[in-house]
């Protein structure tokens, strides 16, 4: 099979030559969405692919980490520290796999501390995401590889500071010492150019991964992924709250609004009061992809999302188009282009 990694586009930062992968674009670890053939396809496409494990479900972690495996090259897991601590065995079996990255989010900084250890001990990069630079200085102390500022205007879980502060106050606390990926308001080459001007060494993206060929998002969750806009996203607990997953108040998921969250946002504790009789009738609708009730993360970049292509090609574009700007903006400044 032909290579999917457009050769003769090189933008090397200290992401790239730390992991040994040609381009500075990384598949966010997005739960029951990053499977292995996602990951994969990031991965042979010259970026790295993230599984993203998420609430350790024992049956995803050896079907999807299997699958990313078998790609060899550099990929990773993504593990939301938190909900490891409750779930026996799940992070030694992440471990089996030999992952060569381990992506590591939401924990406190004793887990922070506890994981970052454990998985370089196995002989893993260990990347962390943060959200202000308090958190940054904990991962770093802690031996981090790589860290992950993560903006509010990222899909999913975040937390309150808007990226573009976050970078260089992230940046002031590393001081060089580690590679710093922006995540959080990144979908094409425009988004990576800007990141590297603010001194990042890359980008993370999630909602343009999601809708992909590869991801394991559902046929409604991808239609709505380019039918809607960014003015359609929403912050909400309310997911969590059916679940039943402990989420720190500090952090809430943006989603496509829809039925469910335009009834239940703002009602946690109703919500929570009344979850023995909703929880199993959502879990129901989610099964059979009722895009009103359902769980659709996304980010506020939704309005750049127009169809759902190979993740090779996203890959691709993404970094001709960013190579293109730099080239461009060297031009105006008078800098030399080679």
């Given at each position: 099979m032909p290579s999917t990694r457009p050769r003769s586009i090189v933008i090397s930062t200290k992401l790239t030559e730390l992991l040994g992968i040609d381009h500075p674009v990384v598949c966010a670890p997005m739960g029951s969405v990053s499977g292995g053939r996602l990951a994969g396809a990031v991965t042979r496409a010259g970026g790295l692919g993230l599984v993203g494990v998420s609430y350790g479900d024992p049956a995803f972690i050896d079907e999807h980490v299997a699958r990313a495996s078998e790609t060899g090259g550099v990929w990773g897991v993504g593990c939301v520290m938190f909900t490891f601590d409750t779930r026996p065995g799940l992070w030694d079996?992440?471990?089996?796999?030999?992952?060569?990255?381990?992506?590591?989010?939401?924990?406190?900084?004793?887990?922070?501390?506890?994981?970052?250890?454990?998985?370089?001990?196995a002989g893993s990069h260990v990347v962390v995401?943060?959200?202000?630079?308090?958190?940054?200085?904990?991962?770093?102390?802690?031996?981090?590889?790589?860290?992950?500022a993560q903006g509010a205007e990222a899909g999913g879980h975040h937390a309150s500071l808007a990226t573009l502060p976050l970078i260089p106050a992230v940046l002031?606390?590393?001081?060089?010492?580690?590679?710093?990926v922006a995540a959080g308001g990144f979908a094409d080459g425009r988004g990576?150019?800007?990141?590297?001007?603010?001194?990042?060494?890359?980008?993370?993206?999630?909602?343009?991964?999601?809708?992909?060929?590869?991801?394991?998002a559902t046929a409604g969750f991808k239609s709505h992924l380019i039918s809607a806009r960014t003015a359609d996203t929403v912050d909400t607990r309310s997911f969590d709250v059916v679940r039943g997953i402990p989420w720190d108040e500090a952090y809430q998921a943006r989603s496509v609004g829809?039925?469910?969250?335009?009834?239940?946002?703002?009602?946690?504790?109703?919500?929570?009061?009344?979850?023995?009789?909703?929880?199993?009738?959502?879990?129901?609708?989610?099964?059979?992809?009722?895009?009103?009730?359902?769980?659709?993360?996304?980010?506020?970049?939704?309005?750049?999302?127009?169809?759902?292509?190979?993740a090779a090609q996203v890959v691709h574009d993404v970094v001709a188009d960013a190579e293109a700007i730099l080239a461009r903006l060297a031009r105006r400044s008078g800098a030399p282009t080679a």
């Open positions: 079996k992440v471990l089996g796999y030999a992952p060569p990255v381990i992506a590591l989010s939401f924990g406190d900084t004793a887990q922070v501390q506890k994981y970052v250890a454990s998985a370089a001990d995401q943060v959200h202000d630079a308090g958190q940054a200085a904990v991962a770093v102390r802690a031996g981090a590889s790589v860290l992950v002031d606390v590393t001081q060089g010492a580690v590679p710093v990576l150019a800007a990141a590297l001007a603010l001194g990042a060494d890359g980008v993370m993206m999630g909602t343009r991964f999601a809708a992909t060929e590869e991801s394991l829809n039925e469910f969250t335009r009834t239940w946002t703002g009602r946690d504790a109703e919500l929570a009061a009344q979850r023995a009789t909703v929880e199993p009738e959502w879990t129901a609708a989610v099964a059979r992809d009722d895009t009103t009730q359902r769980a659709m993360f996304a980010g506020e970049v939704l309005d750049q999302i127009q169809d759902i292509q190979p």
